[in-house]
């Protein structure tokens, strides 16, 4: 399985700095200029110009340099609109999407506590604040980092003060602090007289994970990133590390099942709660049928999740079933490692690109399976069944 490390221990995380590091990580210069191109387009930009540069910071790290012109976002309808507008605009996918509005959502709800009732947008109603969120989400999807397992060090917050629009406050700033309290975020801190991380940063990282570590996992690495920051800053390097590597062995994993016995509600309204089990990120779902009390039919429904979700998850069973009570266990699971990969294959003298995702144990392959997704888009295009289409990518791909 690929592993993403973010290491912002030292100098911290900024959005600029984490798009940046990516960006140097991956080389994806490309995903860069579609995110300018869409910003663009915006009614409210008459410039957007991006240019990755190179700064010594100690450490040679990528950074951006950017040229706007533009009218300010007033509102968070507003913000929300031109985000949207520039995400749909863009070939990501539907998780990316969901996080790229989280990271919107967490910006907004943070200076909607702070202030309250009608209020104006700041720094966070710049074009470079959607930039970054959208570039960052584009990265990391383009890359299967939303596959990976992702961990943080944690983030230092900084120290000195800050310039707001009615004075001075002491740094972190309070939009950072909410939006780490809201997740109930561990962070950490040294005495430097500058804020390192920002409001932007706080919110791309914690919905990015929720594994907090204060050292690197095991890896086998492969590829490591810098982002630099926009200041020098005495005493530390102010760069962004990120790393990329593979697990070397099939990943030994905890995982939670809930079960709840169902005997009063409609196959429509099975139906209905499992769709919504899986919105909501349940690794799997299924439905047994029983016989139950009185001898009455009845369907198990059983979830699959991770910890972090278990109690939406029962949340979601209660609310969409009517049931008053959920089973959970915890189980141990092997997991092979996984990987994704675009392939170019040629079928009927058409071209196409297809995800084909390969499964290991050590260095032994054991599977290699082409999405379901990209069969059925291609079997639509030429018209022939699915399992022809599967037959002939088969033989093209080994």
Do not use: W
């Not at 579609?34 to 700064?55: G, P, S, Y």
């Amino acid at each position: 399985m690929k592993i993403l490390v973010l290491d912002p221990k030292i100098a911290g995380i900024s959005g600029d700095m984490l798009l940046s590091a990516l960006i140097d990580l991956t080389d994806s210069t490309d995903a860069v200029l579609d995110v300018e191109e869409a910003i663009n387009r915006l009614e409210n930009c008459q410039k957007f110009k991006v240019e990755v540069i190179e700064r010594d910071m100690g450490i040679l790290a990528k950074g951006l340099e950017i040229d706007i012109k533009e009218r300010r976002l007033s509102s968070p309808a507003n913000l929300r609109k031109a985000v949207k507008s520039v995400v749909e605009s863009l070939e990501i996918s539907e998780r990316a999407s969901k996080f790229v509005y989280r990271v919107i959502d967490d910006l907004v709800g943070a200076e909607a506590r702070l202030h309250g009732g009608e209020f104006h947008l700041h720094e966070i109603a710049s074009l470079d604040t959607i930039f970054d969120v959208v570039g960052t989400a584009t990265i990391l999807d383009r890359e299967g980092y939303f596959d990976a397992e992702i961990y943080t060090t944690p983030p230092v917050l900084g120290g000195g003060y800050i310039k707001m629009d009615h004075g001075k406050i002491a740094s972190p700033a309070p939009a950072t602090l909410e939006i780490l309290a809201a997740h109930g975020f561990r962070y950490s801190n040294f005495d430097v007289n500058t804020e390192l991380t920002t409001p932007t940063g706080a919110a791309l990282l914690v919905n990015l994970t929720e594994n907090v570590v204060d050292v690197f996992p095991p890896m086998k690495l492969s590829r490591i990133g810098y982002g630099a920051g926009t200041k020098r800053v005495d005493g530390i390097v102010n760069v962004l590390r990120v790393a990329e590597g593979e697990d070397f062995r099939a990943v030994n994993d905890r995982i939670v099942i809930l079960e709840t016995n169902v005997d009063d509600a409609s196959g429509e309204i099975v139906g209905h709660a499992v769709r919504r089990l899986f919105d909501e990120g349940a690794v799997d779902v299924y439905v047994t049928q029983v016989i139950g009390k009185k001898n009455r039919p009845a369907n198990v429904i059983s979830v699959i999740s991770d910890y972090k979700n278990c109690h939406r998850m029962a949340e979601v069973l209660m609310r969409e079933t009517g049931t008053i009570g959920v089973r959970i266990y915890e189980l141990p699971r092997l997991v092979a490692e996984r990987k994704k990969e675009k392939v170019e294959i040629e079928l009927f003298g058409k071209k196409f690109e297809v995800t084909v995702k390969t499964s290991k144990m050590g260095e032994k392959v054991i599977n290699v399976k082409p999405e379901y997704e990209d069969l059925r888009k291609i079997a639509e295009d030429l018209g022939i069944p699915l399992r022809e289409v599967l037959r002939e990518v088969e033989k093209n791909i080994g």
